[in-house]
């Protein structure tokens, strides 16, 4: 059996499981059994598989069957301009997020030193790709599970900014520091009431105190913007990310904490998901 054939296995048992992805799917799972990358793996199509290889394939096949994200049978996920290691204890990233590091580095220059503090880190993939860009900053990143900063330091250290940020296990509500230029965040935003309606690959696997936001879904994201209010400097900003049909009570919050709205970006399917705000008194 070649690549091509092992591909087409993987891809019609997916297809027949329901899996939209299922070419990529099988493409990006056959790479990982063979340490080696999709794009090596198309220009060698006739290249044969080892029977010990295949056996490996289909059984990271099952896997996916049974909804595990690729991300975590991968246990790495590509985010803005850099790969991080992933498993069930952290949100996987996804595209949406990047956009609170694109509303960053448009706001920040590369010649400023700013203070940044990423609250609910998780994986550490925001502030790790702001900082990459922005090597004059330093920032620190707080999460209440011990078991995400794990993985957060980790990433940071294979992106060599171990030095440059510092994480620390504490519960917002506990966390009392000097004023900061900026605070980045992707809060939980999910209703209680709907975590079941996600997809199983979701519901069943990522972790559920990094969705779960209450019965109205607005629990996480007040706090947040109440306890900014006291952690960032005048003029500090607060970006982070919100739910579909979010934003304007989000509007209406920050403005009760005397926050200005400077805008709020769209993701690729025109949601309202990026809020960027001022404290301004």
Known sequence: MNYFQAINFGT??????????????????LAQVLNSTREEILINLSKKIKKENFKQ???????????????????????????????????IPRPETELIVEETLKIFEFKYSKRLLDI????????????????????????????ALKIAKYNAKIHHLENKINFINIDIDKF?????????????????????????????????????????????IKKLITKSKNLLKTNGKLIF????????????????????I??????????????????IS
Not at 13 to 28: A, G, Q, W, Y
Not at 63 to 83: C, M, Q
Not at 178 to 192: E, F, G, R
Request: aromatic share 10%.
């Open 262 to 279: 400077n805008k709020i970006s769209q993701d690729i399917n025109s949601i309202p998901r990026v809020v960027v705000s001022t404290k």
């Open 120 to 147: 609910g880190t998780g994986s550490g993939c925001v502030i790790i790709s702001i900082l990459k860009e922005r090597p004059k900053a330093k920032g620190k990143a707080i999460d209440i599970c011990k078991k």
């Open 57 to 91: 394939y289909k059984n990271l096949i099952q896997r996916r069957i049974r909804k595990e994200p690729v991300a975590y049978i991968l246990k790495k996920k590509d985010f803005w301009k850099s790969k991080f290691y992933v498993d069930k204890n952290v949100l």
């Open 12 to 29: 019609k048992i997916l297809k027949h499981n329901n899996f939209t992805s299922n070419k990529l799917d099988s493409e990006l799972l």
């Open 176 to 220: 009392k520091d000097s004023k900061y230029d900026l605070i980045v965040s992707n809060p939980p935003y999910i209703k209680s009431i709907d975590l079941k309606r996600l997809d199983s690959d979701v519901n069943h696997y990522e972790p559920r105190i990094a969705l779960d936001a209450g019965t109205d879904g607005f629990r996480k």
């Open 241 to 260: 990310e919100i739910g579909k049909g979010q934003d304007e009570f989000s509007k209406f919050f920050l403005k009760m904490n005397g926050f200005y």
